[in-house]
């Protein structure tokens, strides 16, 4: 369970060779919403002032925990690929289903690159009031 009294956040654990991520939100649309802000901050991402843009994406999966890797691995993807980052996000989940909303910005910097999301102890896991999950990125 979550010590901190904040109902959403962050924080980086230490990990042998990876990064590892400890999230937690009132429910699973914080839960991702701060998932993706964590890993904005562990890639050290900035990004432009302008233009500021915005995309929308859907997903389905079986589950909620393969429903976040894809949804990492598609911000990932945007940020090697397109080259734009994002910092707000309207994300509404419906069973195995996320709808997000991201609003952002071309990237202007990356100091840390991440390889892929990982699968590796993935469990959200349900506390009082507070869903918490340890996510691992291969660098």
Do not use: C
Request: aromatic residues 8%.
């Amino acid at each position: 369970m979550v010590m901190n009294m904040e109902t959403a956040g962050f924080i980086e654990i230490e990990h042998t060779a990876d990064w590892e991520l400890k999230v937690w939100g009132s429910g699973l649309s914080d839960l991702f919403e701060q998932a993706a802000l964590g890993f904005l901050t562990l890639t050290g991402m900035v990004l432009k002032s302008k233009p500021r843009l915005s995309r929308t994406i859907e997903l389905q999966n079986i589950d909620s925990e393969s429903l976040l890797v894809d949804f990492l691995s598609e911000l990932l993807y945007l940020s090697e690929v397109e080259e734009i980052g994002f910092d707000s996000f309207d994300i509404r989940m419906n069973g195995s289903n996320l709808e997000a909303i991201m609003f952002g910005a071309p990237i202007d910097t990356i100091t840390r690159e991440i390889k892929a999301v990982t699968y590796h102890n993935l469990a959200i896991i349900e506390g009082v009031g507070v869903l918490e999950v340890r996510i691992v990125f291969d660098v």
